[in-house]
């Protein structure tokens, strides 16, 4: 299966999707596949972004993003620094 980057506000969208798909009486593995993701997918994101509205899944995803590019930049830093100080001695 290929690998997709869905965003935030299409996440949402799926979500209510296959809900209402639910709803209307066909089963998770059905309503899945109708909404064109993996169920696998479907409660990941029924975990992370379940009842949130467009305007919170964004500023959620943004937050993390955020999280995740200060994260890089300070490992960044500390092997610089090991780099650094190894060929210093």
């Known amino acids: 299966m290929r690998e997709r980057n869905f ?5 949402v969208t799926v979500l209510r999707q296959v809900e209402v798909l639910m709803a209307q009486g066909k089963a998770p593995p ?3 596949r109708e909404a ?7 409660y990941r ?8 509205e467009l305007d919170q899944a964004r500023r959620m995803r943004k937050k993390k993003k955020t999280r995740c590019e200060v994260f890089l930049t300070q490992r960044c830093r500390l092997l610089a620094n ?3 100080a190894a ?3």
Do not use: D, F, T
């Open 36 to 42: 064109g993701v993996s169920q696998q997918s479907y």
């Open 7 to 11: 965003s935030a506000e299409q996440i």
């Open 82 to 84: 090991a780099c650094i």
């Open 87 to 89: 060929s210093h001695s």
């Open 30 to 32: 059905v309503a899945c």
């Open 45 to 52: 994101w029924r975990k992370n972004y379940g009842g949130l």
